[in-house]
Each structure stands twice: as C-alpha cells, then as structure tokens.
C-alpha cells in the first residue's frame, strides 16, 4: 500500500475544480461564472481534486470523462486553497455563511467512510484524492441563494484558473490574487 | 398585396419626367424606390427583433436541460421557475432594460441567473419558483443585495425599480 490520505486539508494546499462550458465558463468572455461554485439541490458541497495527490494530467482526464460536446465542454481548471475560504469568512459580510475544503474520498458516485484510512494507490477507492468545498447551509431546489451566490462571485475573483491547453505552459488568469491570498 | 395613395407635387414630377418613357415607367421607378426604402427600413428593425427571439431560445435552451445538466448531479429546471422567467423578461424588456441572452446562467439547485450589466456595474437577478432574489457589483458605490423578494414576476418590485433605475 502506498502513503494515505491525509484527512487535514493544509491551508496553501492547492485544489482543482473542473470547469466545464458554457454554464461554469463564458468563452466569449474568458470568465469564471460563480455558478460554477454552486452546490446542487439538497446538498453543500462542490467537488474538487487535491494536486496534492494527483497531477494536472490526472485532473484532464477526470475532466474529458465528464465531458460531453458540444452542450458541456471541459475547458479549465480552476485552483483554490484553504486559505483562499478563511479570508473570505472573515471578510464576508455576514457571519451565516461559511465553507471550508474538507476531506472526502470517493468511490464511484459514494463517499467512503472518513473514519477508514484511505490510501493512494488504493484498490476499493476510486478517488482518494477527491475533496469538497462544504458551505454550512443545503441549498433547496427552486429556492433564491443570494448570500451563497455572492460569496461564490468572491471565490471567483481569487482563484487562479487556466485553460486546459494553457497548463503546460503555465499561462494562469487571476495569478497575481491567488497568489496575495496564499502568501 | 396592400395599396397605398401617395399625393407627389407635380412641379417635382415635371422635373423628372423627360428621364422616363411615359407615367406609367415613372410608376414602376416610384415603385421600386419605395420598396427598397421599405426593405431598409425593415433590416434596420430587423436586429431588434432577433434579440427577443434569441432571449426566447435561451429561456427555451434552459427549459430543456436534462438531470445532471453539469456532471455533477444538477436538477432539471422546475417549469414554474421558467414561466417565472419568461415574465420578468418581458418585465424589464418594458422597461427598456438591455439584456444579453449570454447573461442567463442556470444553478445546480434548479434557478436561473440573469446579470444586468449597467453604467455603474452588475445587477445580478436569480429567479426562482416563488422569489426574486439579487445582489449588485457596483464600483466604488454602496451596494445592496435582497434575500429574496415574494413576487409573480408579472411587475418588477418597487425596490428593484429603484435600482434599475426606471
């Protein structure tokens, strides 16, 4: 067996989000949407990869697996830390919403248990890397979300993203404030 | 085919007259001149009515998105949030309020987005099956946001008025 997971989610520990177009990404615009940090009916969560246990490549594949041309294009990543969520909390204007990365290893569309160790190269889980942005509220089907659409809307404007023929060449959009929140 | 009187001054015919063969060749040229002015004109109202249509078709783009539109899991859009979009659309559009169909975004939890862009900023609208909710990006303005507004969409609440402006 190899190294296991950590369950703790280090606070400049980078974190990748697929992003698929058009509904999480505007081409015309080369903009983020926030939507694309938005969680589905009756639940909190948006999935993410840890880079700390896979690479760029793995991150593609796992996107290309999603997509399906030409309604959903998987376009580019988009990289978040801890940090990133801790300065927003603070800095957010109210105190009923939060969200934080937390360990989730996933197996096929199931959550394993976080109470058994997972480990990389392990043969019962299909993601181990897998982690998730967990906001402290479950959205309704139907219902408006203006707090959480707001605080998506800030995250959008601090996480680093770069289109998935770009990462090789290091070419990454809003560099300079992720790099300010992750000093 | 429909028929149409037109009275011309006579001083202004008598001036064109010796370029044509007879009244009826002034006619046809009469003719022609006026449906090419006509055809113009229509073009130019022509974009005017492309860009209802192509706020229809992403309403209807919308409507057709199946369960787990974004692979990670999102629910299919409830009809009552639809019709709910269709209204305020023809709400703002009497208000002569610009909106680009590239500026409907739908959530994962079954509502639809729709950012007004104005002189100061985004006004950022999220409809859903019974509230109105939104917030604004405004450059160095205060800015407000609601929690969610009970309305039928049929009229724009008072208080988004005052923030659209209209």
């Known amino acids: 067996m190899g190294e296991v997971i950590d369950k703790t989610i280090l606070s400049d520990e980078e974190c990748a989000r697929c992003i698929y177009s058009p ?20 639940d909190d969560c948006i999935s993410l990869l840890r880079l700390r246990y ?19 294009i998987f376009c580019v990543i988009a990289v978040l830390t801890q940090n ?58 139907g219902e408006v979300q203006t707090q959480m659409r707001r605080y998506a809307s800030e995250l959008c404007k601090r996480v680093k993203y770069a289109k998935i023929s770009d990462i090789k060449n290091g070419v990454w959009y809003q560099k300079a404030e992720f790099d300010e929140n992750n000093k | ?23 009826y060749a002034i006619n046809e040229w009469l003719q022609s001149q006026l449906e090419t002015f006509v055809r113009q004109f229509a073009e130019k109202l022509a974009p005017r009515k492309n860009k209802s249509n ?14 787990n539109w974004d692979g990670y899991g999102a629910v299919k859009m409830p009809t009552k949030v639809i019709s709910n979009c269709k209204a305020f659309v023809n709400a703002l559009t009497k208000y002569k309020i ?14 639809i ?50 923030i ?3």
């Open chain 2, 1 to 23: 085919m429909c028929t149409y009187t037109f009275k011309l001054d006579d001083k202004l015919v008598e001036r064109v007259r010796p370029a044509f063969r007879d009244d």
């Open chain 2, 113 to 162: 987005v729709v950012d007004v862009n104005t002189p100061k900023g985004v006004i950022s609208f999220e409809i859903g099956t019974s509230q109105l909710g939104y917030f604004t990006e405004f450059e160095g303005s205060s800015n407000r946001h609601s929690d969610g507004i009970n309305t039928d969409f049929q009229e724009i609440p008072e208080e988004v008025k005052t």
């Open chain 1, 23 to 42: 509904f999480h990404y505007s081409e015309s615009k080369n903009k983020l949407k926030r939507e694309a940090f938005l969680p589905k009916a009756g």
């Open chain 2, 54 to 67: 192509k706020l229809t078709d992403r309403i209807l783009e919308l409507s057709n998105l199946k369960e």
């Open chain 1, 84 to 141: 990133i969520l801790t300065a927003l909390n603070e800095n957010f204007d109210t105190d009923e919403l939060k969200a934080s990365i937390v360990y989730s290893p996933m197996n096929g569309n199931d959550y394993v248990d976080t109470k058994i160790p997972v480990y990389v190269d392990d043969a019962n889980v299909s993601t181990p890397m897998h982690a998730d942005i967990k906001y402290n509220k479950i959205v309704k089907i």
């Open chain 2, 164 to 166: 659209l402006n209209v």
């Open chain 2, 98 to 111: 610009k909106i680009n169909a590239n500026d409907f975004s739908p959530t994962p939890y079954g509502t």
């Open chain 1, 54 to 72: 896979c690479n760029y490549d793995y991150c593609i594949n796992h996107g290309l697996k999603i997509s399906n041309p030409p309604d959903k």
